[in-house]
T-cell receptor, first 113, second 115 residues
């Protein structure tokens, strides 16, 4: 069966520090991968998605970047965090067809102080 | 660009009652998919139900059903015989047939089931 792992679960980082959140998927190959951000009391906003190794699409301009060094690994990064980067970050994967379910990781709560 | 609107930030009902959550969306596409996801306090996103736009029949999953009105671009979720475990944030989401199944989410409705 397929599983998705996302870590860390909680992170407190000072302004200006770097960020690296990692997400890995097991039990499937060539998944579509996604990073979403959920602000407090808000819906999920798509940040990045990837349909293959090295293929990254950005949905909104921001201080963050994403990379996909391996088929089932998706990394969210920042060189210098801003206070506005605080939020709940969710990684997800899907089989690529619009009808297929998107499976989400457990999320990372990031607080920038 | 597609948008999804959930006009009820919070709802509260008694256990065993029926509750309906509203969702409207905007798109110029004719074929697409709609979803309801549930996010309990654990924050884990869970698919509740999905609907293909080309199907006229409303989707049903046990106690969960939808009222899909394509012309009105409305997609409401009905929960029958509500249970305490249904307490969660509920998100309506849209996925286009084009692209990489990017989900566009509504703002969410916080549903509380009271004993």
């Amino acid at each position: 069966s397929q599983t998705i792992h996302q870590w860390p679960a909680t992170l407190v980082q000072p302004v200006g520090s770097p960020l690296s959140l990692e997400c890995t998927v097991e039990g499937t190959s060539n998944p579509n991968l996604y990073w979403y951000r959920q602000a407090a009391g808000r819906g999920l906003q798509l940040l990045f998605y990837s349909v293959g190794i090295g293929q990254i699409s950005s949905e909104v301009p921001q201080n963050l970047s994403a990379s996909r060094p391996q088929d089932r690994q998706f990394i969210l990064s920042s060189k210098k965090l801003l206070l506005s980067d605080s939020g709940f970050y969710l990684c997800a994967w899907s089989g690529g067809h619009p009808n297929t379910e998107a499976f989400f990781g457990q999320g990372t709560r990031l607080t920038v102080v | 660009a597609q948008t999804v609107t959930q006009s009820q930030p919070e709802m509260s009902v008694q256990e065993a009652e029926t509750v309906t959550l509203s969702c409207t969306y905007d798109t110029s596409e004719n074929n697409y998919y709609l979803f309801w996801y549930k996010q309990p306090p654990s924050r884990q996103m869970i698919l509740v139900i999905r609907q293909e736009a080309y199907k006229q029949q409303n989707a049903t999953e046990n106690r969960f059903s939808v009222n899909f009105q394509k012309a009105a671009k409305s997609f409401s979720l009905k929960i029958s015989d509500s249970q305490l475990g249904d307490t969660a944030m509920y998100f309506c989401a849209f996925a286009s047939l084009q692209g990489a199944q990017k989900l566009v989410f509504g703002q969410g409705t916080r549903l509380t089931i009271n004993p």
